[in-house]
């Protein structure tokens, strides 16, 4: 059933567009495996061997924190809706900071969200497909506005404030790297 390729083919990556979520799996040695949903228009597919996707300010931060000790990172599509599958994507990341270089570029693909605090950008090594037979059908009603609000109504000093109180350090107790200036 499950079927291995190289890079993602043009009929995976409209199935990837369609998709309303998606998940991301990150771990280092002898940290807790995270494994979070992600949603709002948050991912870009740049080519065949190559995503991103921004990441919004929550109460956790656990992928910032891997990364540095190990890029490895799973991103997971279901199809909760038509035909079932189930597609992921492994390969290795970075993180940009929004005071990296890079940050200006990268997020001119996405449409401004407050609390954007890094984008990831993946280099895909192999696409995995398997049938999602087991998942079950959704309907999606719409996107939750409670973080956009939230964001907005803290403001970026807010925001930054937020990231040195709650996000710079792991659940395993590891300092995060963020942008506080």
């Given at each position: 059933m499950g079927k291995k390729?190289?890079?993602?083919?043009?009929?995976?990556?409209e199935f990837m567009k369609a998709q309303q979520m998606f998940f991301v799996?990150?771990?280092?040695?002898?940290?807790?495996?995270?494994l979070s949903p992600k949603g709002l228009d948050s991912l870009r597919?740049?080519?065949e061997n190559r995503v991103i996707w921004l990441n919004l300010t929550g109460s956790g931060n656990e992928t910032a924190a891997h990364l540095p000790h190990d890029n490895r990172m799973t991103i997971m599509f279901c199809a909760f809706e038509g035909s079932p599958?189930?597609?992921r994507l492994y390969g290795h990341a970075r993180m940009i900071l929004t005071s990296d270089e890079q940050w200006d570029e990268l997020y001119a693909h996405f449409n401004p969200l407050?609390?954007?605090?890094?984008?990831?950008?993946?280099?895909?090594?192999?696409?995995?497909?398997?049938?999602?037979?087991g998942v079950p059908c959704y309907d999606f009603t719409g996107d939750r506005p409670v973080l956009n609000r939230w964001a907005e109504k803290k403001g970026?000093?807010?925001?930054?404030?937020?990231?040195?109180?709650?996000?710079?350090?792991?659940?395993?107790?590891?300092?995060?790297?963020?942008?506080?200036?």
């Open positions: 390729f190289p890079n993602i083919e043009d009929k995976q990556m799996a990150t771990a280092a040695q002898g940290s807790r495996i995270n597919i740049l080519g599958l189930i597609l407050p609390g954007a605090r890094q984008i990831f950008d993946m280099s895909v090594d192999m696409v995995h497909t398997s049938c999602g037979f970026d000093a807010g925001i930054r404030d937020y990231w040195r109180d709650k996000n710079s350090i792991s659940l395993d107790g590891e300092a995060i790297p963020i942008d506080d200036d």
